[in-house]
């Protein structure tokens, strides 16, 4: 359902049932409006919310309508005086988004406008990054900066790695992270010229992901492993809250830390050089859209048509992504092998999207992770990352646990993957916090 739709489903939701909120003149208040249909899982949280330590401070921040079964959560409250200026639409977006940002959403002037804009409107229309965003908040305090929370070296890297005449193109496209479920990365054409968004659910899904592969290699113990390997799954599905942050799903000890983001870094890398490839290849030439369209497509709802690149296009992307690059042959295999590691993740996941959704690979957005690997692989000197051989011994082992996926999980348990609450890892988690009141 379109965003525009939800909310004015919530609004018309919130005035009915908390008609106090609603007319209040004094405060603009942030809510995360909940919908029990189970009059026991209300009455529990009222409960754990009664006798919580925490009680004073808490209970201001909740309002019930027992009669219909709804709860909101108010996230924080902003007097009307200071945003009197600000239209309903601009008012969702602060104080998370100061002020000035505000103006730069409302009327882009460059790529990097349109990246704050993407950014901001997939964190105001989710009351679970709106929670993330306010505890960075408050703890950042005067410092806080909505740009800088999503900084990172990574993207400048990579065009640092580029030959000089791919890295003149690239150097001044604007790139950068920002919350999307069930995608990974997109170049995207507006008016300004191309920009590059990845999604931060990738960059958890990997982290996962790795620790399920090269856990054991680490002393990790298989239930852990395991359990990594649905983390994965369902934050790349979008059932598991995008809450992180709020609440580890797990403390590993610091190297076993360090080893999965030294992992995940260079799986990145070659995604953001799959992007760069896009711009640099011409691929988006002529495809600009409207700002409509474009949240739309990086919302992770339907890619228009015509914004679509072809599979060859993605194919080339994969392999320019690796081949352009100055790198030396130790570093040069590294990211060639993290590309392959990124393929493998993706081919696993493959079996559960593929599960819900019989569309044929030639209509697919990218082509199967299965066959860019054997693509990439193909085109590749020899010599550069891993060889066939080592591959498909991986690809068979992957065909194991998608049997078992097929036959164990998806048929009979689809919805553990789908189920509300989130996965911990067992071995690297002490105690279970409750949700809304703990974080
Ligand atoms: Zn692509």
Known sequence: MP??????INRKFMAKNFPDL???????????LINCPDAEKLRSFQEQLLFHPHFHS????FVFNEENLAMIHILRSVPLKDIGELSEEQRRYYPICSKEEIQRISDAKNNADNLLHVRAFQVAKDPTLQRVMFRAMDYMGDKWNFTKYFNSPLFRRYVHYLK???????????????????????????????????????????????????????????????AAMWL?????????????ELDPRSKLPKSIHQNLMGLVDLQLLFIIGHEYAHHY????????GGMAEMLKMLSGNVVPEHFKPQHQQELDADYHALINTRLGEGDLDKLTNAAFDFLLFMDIYETVRAYNDSTPEY??????????????????PAGMGRPMADLEEVIARNQDIRDVLITHILGPQYEILEADGSVYLPGYHNAKLIDRLDF
């Not at 965003?3 to 004015?8: F, L």
């Not at 994965?232 to 995008?242: C, F, H, K, L, Y």
């Not at 290849?281 to 600009?288: A, E, F, N, V």
């Open 363 to 380: 209509r697919l957005e990218h082509p199967k992770p299965i066959t860019r690997l054997y693509k990439l692989r193909e085109r590749l």
């Open 281 to 288: 290849l011409g691929h988006l030439d002529g495809k600009t």
């Open 58 to 61: 808490l209970k201001d921040r």
């Open 3 to 8: 965003t525009n739709e939800i909310e004015a």
């Open 232 to 244: 994965g799954i369902r934050t790349m599905m979008g059932s598991e809250p995008p809450d992180f």
């Open 22 to 32: 609603t007319a209040d003149t004094e405060f603009y208040h942030h809510c995360e």
């Open 164 to 226: 000089p005449d791919k890295q003149a193109v690239c150097k001044d496209v604007v790139a950068g992270f920002y919350h999307v479920k069930e995608s990974n990365g997109s170049c995207v054409p507006t008016p300004f010229g191309n920009f590059i968004a990845i999604s931060l659910y990738l960059k958890k899904f990997m982290y996962y992901m790795n620790l399920w592969e090269y856990g054991h290699n680490w002393g990790v113990a298989q239930e852990d492993c395991q």
